[in-house]
């Protein structure tokens, strides 16, 4: 991989034009053809990139990257106006391997929902709502709804996912049955409750 420092200027033209102005930037290009364009800020997304293939064209105080894009073509113009470092290292292509995902957890815990802290039952994985599935819907000892989310890292935002999960399992207990089952379909929907679990 080269990672070249430099301030530079960017163009980019293709389906659209933008323009990064002049600023000190990362330039990464990577063995697989991919070139990245970064700045010291929006955590790991690139102010502009390419995929592979690519085609990189230098010349004193200019690269031009080019990619073609069915019969249009993409490209980056870079004008280079200060070169601050530009280091190659060879770097190892090897896969990440993940130590359990929260799809693993879930299938766990719906064999075995007890593990939760509490006598429940497993009514159903992947639970369907109008905003997308619950992980797990179970009944506990009295007959109770519980919905159970599981999240890799317990934040306000998987606490808010829950709340809305809640109301969608509760609309979706109560959506095309009759009257009277409806009603007592929305009191023990009403009774729902949520858990989080973090994996």
Known sequence: MRLLVARCEVTYTGRLSTVLPEATRLLMFKDDGSFLVHDDAGGYKPLNWMTPPTVVEEEPGLLVVRKRAGKTEDHLEVRLLEVLSDVTYELDATPLEKDGVERH???ELAAQPEALGEP???????????IGPVDLMCRDEAGQWVAVEIKRIATIDAV????????GARDSLCRGRPRGAARRARAGADALRGIAFPG
Do not use: A, H, I, Y
């Open 120 to 130: 429940l039952r497993l009514v159903r994985r992947e639970w369907p709502t109008d």
């Open 160 to 167: 808010e996912q829950l709340g809305r999960s809640r109301g």
């Open 105 to 107: 957890l879930q299938e």
